[in-house]
Nanobody
Framework: VQLQAFGGGLVQTGGSLRLSCAAS????????MGWFRQAPGKEREFAAA???????AYADSVKGRFTISRDNAKSTVYLQMNSLKPEDTAVYYC??????????????????WGQGTQVTVSS
């Protein structure tokens, strides 16, 4: 069972990137999926989550700029990031939520993680 995150890169302030997270099995289609990020010297923090339907949740710091979505036919979750800021610079991780868990913003509630993709926003 694997999650592969890709799509990161270097972008200027105000730019956009779309991250993708491909799952190796359709099992994840029924799970809550999340995106987290970790900047150097900081703890991993929640960015966005999407449930198996259309419900979503966002951290206040990204609300209105980031959009999480999923394509279950492709077993892929996306994170569209617009109006990027230097403080968005981090390694971004996708993760699959533990079955039955409810604390969507806590990394402990996720049991499968992708390898991370670097996003760097230059000022």
């Amino acid at each position: 069972v694997q999650l592969q995150a890709f799509g990161g890169g270097l972008v200027q302030t105000g730019g956009s990137l779309r991250l993708s997270c491909a799952a190796s099995t359709r099992t994840f289609n029924t799970r809550r999926m999340g995106w987290f990020r970790q900047a150097p010297g900081k703890e991993r923090e929640f960015a966005a989550a999407i449930w198996s339907g259309t419900s979503t949740a966002y951290a206040d710091s990204v609300k209105g700029r980031f959009t999480i979505s999923r394509d279950n036919a492709k077993s892929t979750v996306y994170l569209q990031m617009n109006s990027l800021k230097p403080e968005d610079t981090a390694v971004y991780y996708c993760a699959a939520g533990r079955v039955g868990s409810s604390r969507y913003s806590n990394p402990i509630e996720y049991d499968y993680w992708g390898q991370g993709t670097q996003v760097t926003v230059s000022s």
